[in-house]
């Protein structure tokens, strides 16, 4: 489509889009939760499902114990009641904020599956426990119990590992890399390019990770040298198949999208439009997909970003306003984007579009088939 030009809106607060063709405590220690063990592959592919489980149930005793006496602290009337209060909750132990790398594992084995827990992370979140549901629903077991033995035995069949090996290329180190993007949109419209700051960024994007988890995976690594091995997570090949019929769920942020058999072949979490700027309602049609969007900002038509008071015209690029693909829906204004901010994907709001990761955005783009895919919103 070099040469071509497309215009179209971006939802109730984001603006048109021109598409252009193209690029345990001190005194027992023995009794504390233990911490997880370092992010090695070895770690992650040979995390084991009753560990988890063991340290899970020790960290949520711990976590009780720790609210239990907070809270006796602030019960407390006298000053000599309180003095000891406050010494028994110092003696125990603070929560670890850590990814584990079972939920690592489990995480790329969903993903893997194409039931999307967002950005790879490692932690226990929202996202995560949608996509469990998600996969017990595409493997035909009962939706509730979270992650339990029944979940991970579905999960394991996938014998494969969750990492892989991969070799930084030139190319990684030399991409067209923007260091420093200002927030501001009349800033960015000077650019020519939104790129990843890095590649960090860049290569967290390409294997659905967290780049703090990355980066926690491979210690010691600068990530500006070419030829370095770096361990990553394998999320496995492409989903494959039409999508013939996509359901937004605005109440639970999550995107369906089934073949003509009514197969579910992705799901993925979703920012879907906000109170003050909803998303919209009842069914339409794509019309097509495109990548590497440019975004049009008109204060008059949408919302008003900062003290912008001017219509805009902001290069495209992963890190733009609607990150690196665009899937334009027949209602004018809307469609289903990408992200320049993949870990808060569900988290926040929107504009009034439907905002996925760019690499869920990507995979979409590409099973759609314009003129046929119908979405419907529902919720």
């Given at each position: 489509m070099?040469?071509?030009r497309f215009?179209?809106?971006i939802?109730?607060g984001?603006?048109?889009l021109?598409?252009?063709g193209g690029?345990?405590?001190?005194?027992s220690?023995s009794?504390?939760?233990?911490?997880?063990?370092?992010?090695?592959?070895e770690?992650?592919?040979?995390?084991?499902?009753?560990?988890?489980?063991?340290?899970?149930?020790a960290?949520?005793?711990?976590a009780?114990?720790r609210?239990?006496?907070e809270e006796a602290?602030?019960?407390a009337k006298?000053a000599?009641?309180?003095k000891?209060?406050?010494?028994?909750l110092?003696r125990?132990p603070?929560?670890?904020?850590?990814?584990?790398?079972?939920?690592?594992?489990?995480?790329t084995l969903?993903?893997?599956?194409?039931?999307?827990?967002?950005?790879?992370?490692?932690?226990?979140?929202?996202?995560?426990?949608k996509?469990?549901?998600?996969?017990?629903e595409?493997?035909?077991?009962?939706l509730?119990?979270?992650?339990d033995?029944?979940l991970?035995?579905a999960?394991a069949?996938?014998?494969a590992?969750a990492?892989?090996?991969?070799l930084?290329?030139p190319?990684?180190?030399n991409?067209?890399?923007?260091?420093k993007?200002?927030?501001?949109?009349?800033?960015l419209?000077?650019?020519k390019?939104?790129?990843?700051?890095?590649?960090v960024?860049?290569?967290?994007?390409r294997?659905?990770v967290?780049?703090?988890?990355?980066r926690a995976?491979n210690?010691?690594v600068?990530?500006?040298?070419?030829?370095?091995?770096?361990v990553?997570?394998?999320?496995?090949?492409?989903?494959?198949g039409?999508?013939?019929r996509?359901?937004?769920d605005?109440?639970l942020?999550?995107?369906r999208?089934?073949?003509e058999?009514g197969?579910?072949?992705?799901i993925?979490?979703?920012t879907?439009?906000?109170p003050?700027t909803?998303?919209?309602e009842?069914?339409?049609?794509?019309?097509?997909?495109f990548p590497?969007?440019?975004?049009?900002?008109?204060?008059?038509?949408?919302f008003?970003q900062g003290?912008?008071?001017?219509?805009l015209?902001l290069?495209?690029?992963?890190?733009g306003?609607?990150?690196?693909m665009?899937?334009d829906?027949s209602k004018?204004t809307y469609g289903?984007?990408g992200?320049p901010?993949?870990?808060q994907?569900?988290k926040?709001?929107s504009?009034g579009c439907?905002?996925?990761?760019?690499w869920?955005a990507?995979e979409l783009g590409?099973l759609?088939?314009p003129?046929?895919?119908e979405?419907?919103f529902?919720?």
């Amino acid at each position: 489509m070099i040469g071509m030009r497309f215009v179209w809106g971006i939802g109730v607060g984001l603006s048109a889009l021109v598409l252009i063709g193209g690029p345990a405590s001190a005194q027992s220690q023995s009794n504390s939760p233990a911490p997880p063990p370092a992010l090695t592959a070895e770690a992650i592919d040979g995390s084991d499902f009753e560990d988890w489980r063991a340290g899970a149930d020790a960290r949520a005793k711990a976590a009780e114990e720790r609210k239990a006496a907070e809270e006796a602290v602030r019960k407390a009337k006298r000053a000599r009641d309180k003095k000891a209060a406050r010494e028994r909750l110092a003696r125990l132990p603070k929560p670890k904020d850590a990814p584990d790398p079972f939920l690592v594992r489990v995480q790329t084995l969903l993903d893997r599956a194409h039931a999307s827990p967002g950005a790879i992370d490692g932690r226990d979140g929202d996202n995560l426990k949608k996509a469990q549901i998600a996969f017990r629903e595409m493997r035909g077991l009962p939706l509730d119990g979270g992650l339990d033995r029944a979940l991970w035995d579905a999960l394991a069949a996938d014998t494969a590992k969750a990492t892989k090996t991969y070799l930084i290329y030139p190319e990684d180190v030399n991409g067209r890399y923007e260091a420093k993007l200002p927030a501001d949109y009349a800033k960015l419209a000077k650019l020519k390019w939104l790129g990843y700051r890095d590649a960090v960024e860049m290569l967290g994007e390409r294997f659905h990770v967290d780049p703090g988890l990355l980066r926690a995976m491979n210690p010691g690594v600068d990530f500006k040298t070419a030829g370095v091995p770096i361990v990553v997570p394998d999320v496995g090949a492409r989903a494959e198949g039409k999508v013939r019929r996509i359901t937004v769920d605005k109440r639970l942020g999550e995107l369906r999208a089934y073949d003509e058999a009514g197969k579910i072949l992705l799901i993925a979490p979703a920012t879907i439009g906000s109170p003050d700027t909803p998303s919209p309602e009842g069914k339409m049609t794509i019309n097509g997909s495109f990548p590497d969007p440019h975004y049009i900002y008109d204060p008059k038509k949408n919302f008003q970003q900062g003290k912008n008071t001017r219509k805009l015209t902001l290069p495209p690029g992963p890190n733009g306003p609607v990150g690196s693909m665009w899937i334009d829906l027949s209602k004018p204004t809307y469609g289903i984007h990408g992200t320049p901010e993949p870990s808060q994907i569900s988290k926040t709001a929107s504009h009034g579009c439907v905002r996925l990761t760019n690499w869920d955005a990507a995979e979409l783009g590409r099973l759609i088939e314009p003129k046929v895919t119908e979405v419907e919103f529902e919720g």
